[in-house]
T-cell receptor, first 111, second 117 residues
Framework: LAKTTQPISMDSYEGQEVNITCSHN???????ITWYQQFPSQGPRFIIQ???TKVTNEVASLFIPADRKSSTLSLPRVSLSDTAVYYC????????????FGSGTQLTVLP | GAVVSQHPSWVICKSGTSVKIECRSL??????MFWYRQFPKQSLMLMAT?????????EQGVEKDKFLINHASLTLSTLTVTSAHPEDSSFYIC?????????????FGEGSRLTVL
């Protein structure tokens, strides 16, 4: 199982772009990288998923370098409501693999 | 998108009683579901993998007889905390993978807050 390492916490101000990096040195060839967002007392919510290079959707971008040993979640122009814990998970190669949650990154957006 | 629903969202029980938490995949079938527990300010810890039609697979250190898991159908898994004690108080979350074209997305339930008095 690929282990992930993220910063424990980050602070930002409203309107800024936030980049959260995750290290996953032992990622397997068929693994995808997925980021989740969790608010207090709620289940995690899917943000974005990618395999390589760059993926963008309506809420975030995901940058994955060629060696895939890390990934960066980019949140454009954050707002107070983006204050949450963000987790990166590595896995899902087409089989029902168990996913291990790392510590996650507590993002606090300040006014 | 796919939806996973948990019930109840919160429950308070007396020490020594058993509590059942349901996890349903509402618009897709899930042969596998995962159960996690989460303590305050901590990450999700995988407890077990629920397998439809077969026994659950428990993580090391999780008591099988304490946390009974039954995956009765392709859309329902249940977690029963037996003889609950205050130390079992936690936030329990289930998830189910939905596969599409070789990649998968893990959908999570809303979570169930268990408080044992």
């Amino acid at each position: 199982l690929a282990k992930t390492t993220q910063p424990i916490s980050m602070d930002s101000y409203e309107g800024q772009e936030v980049n959260i990096t995750c290290s996953h040195n032992n990622i397997a060839t068929n693994d995808y990288i997925t980021w989740y967002q969790q608010f207090p007392s709620q289940g995690p919510r899917f943000i974005i998923q990618g395999y390589k290079t760059k993926v963008t959707n309506e809420v975030a971008s995901l940058f994955i370098p060629a060696d895939r040993k890390s990934s960066t979640l980019s949140l454009p122009r954050v707002s107070l409501s983006d204050t949450a814990v963000y987790y990166c998970l590595v896995g899902f190669s087409g089989s029902a693999r168990q996913l291990t949650f790392g510590s996650g990154t507590q993002l606090t957006v300040l006014p | 998108g796919a939806v996973v629903s948990q019930h109840p969202s919160w429950v308070i029980c007396k020490s020594g009683t058993s509590v059942k938490i349901e996890c349903r995949s509402l618009d897709f079938q899930a042969t596998t579901m995962f159960w996690y527990r989460q303590f305050p300010k901590q990450s999700l810890m995988l407890m077990a993998t629920s397998n439809e039609g077969s026994k659950a697979t428990y993580e090391q250190g999780v008591e099988k007889d304490k946390f009974l898991i039954n995956h009765a159908s392709l859309t329902l898994s249940t977690l029963t905390v037996t003889s609950a004690h205050p130390e079992d108080s936690s936030f329990y979350i289930c998830s189910a993978p939905n596969w599409r074209g070789g990649t998968g997305e893990l959908f999570f339930g809303e979570g169930s807050r268990l408080t044992v008095l």
